[in-house]
């Protein structure tokens, strides 16, 4: 009888503990949510990020953030400090040809924000597709995902979420919402 009570015991001190560590992750993850807006200059150069320069089909286009785009959201307000995008107009989704159709992208950016007097820069990749919907239509959508890959405050960061905006093909200019999580 009293071995049967110590494993029980055992098992409910185990079970406690897993529950105790589960809801300190669970509340460390902290609600991203905000904008970046800019606009992109097409470079004859590929992307020296890994990530950023993938190029399944191509042609590819590769854009840079000049000038520097800003940043606002609760992580705080700052600056795109670096950005390189490859669309890959190969890899669409329709004939080449057609003013219909997404292309896939991948990007990487480094953002500086500021919030509550502390600076913090942080390592994102993106990928997605940007949409022409109507093709008399200079303004293209973009949907995909971010993923966070460390800060200079703490390397282990990580996070992910979602992408949405505009890209207008003409003058170069973007807008971005996104949303997700950070676990610090």
Sequence with gaps: MRLNTLTKLAGLVVATAFIMTWASQASAQINVAG???????????????????????????TFTAVPTPKVSGNLGTGT????????????????ATTNHSCDPFFGAL???????????????????????????SPIDMVE?????????????????????????????VFALKFKGSLTP
């Excluded at 004859?44 to 990020?49: E, K, R, S, V, Y």
């Excluded at 505009?166 to 170069?172: E, G, L, Q």
């Design 110 to 136: 480094t953002s500086s924000t500021t919030r509550k007097g502390k600076t913090t820069l942080t390592e994102v990749d993106i990928a997605g597709v940007v949409c022409r919907h109507q093709g008399t």
């Design 35 to 61: 904008t970046i807006k800019g606009s992109l200059t097409p470079t004859g150069t590929a992307c020296t990020d890994d990530y950023a320069a993938r190029c399944v089909v191509g042609p590819c286009l």
């Design 144 to 172: 995909g995902g971010f993923g966070i890959e460390g800060q200079d405050t703490d390397p282990a960061a990580t996070g992910w979420g979602t992408l949405i905006g505009t890209f207008d093909k003409s003058s170069h």
């Design 80 to 95: 795109i400090t670096a950005m390189c995008v490859t669309e890959d107009p190969g890899g669409n989704t329709n004939e």
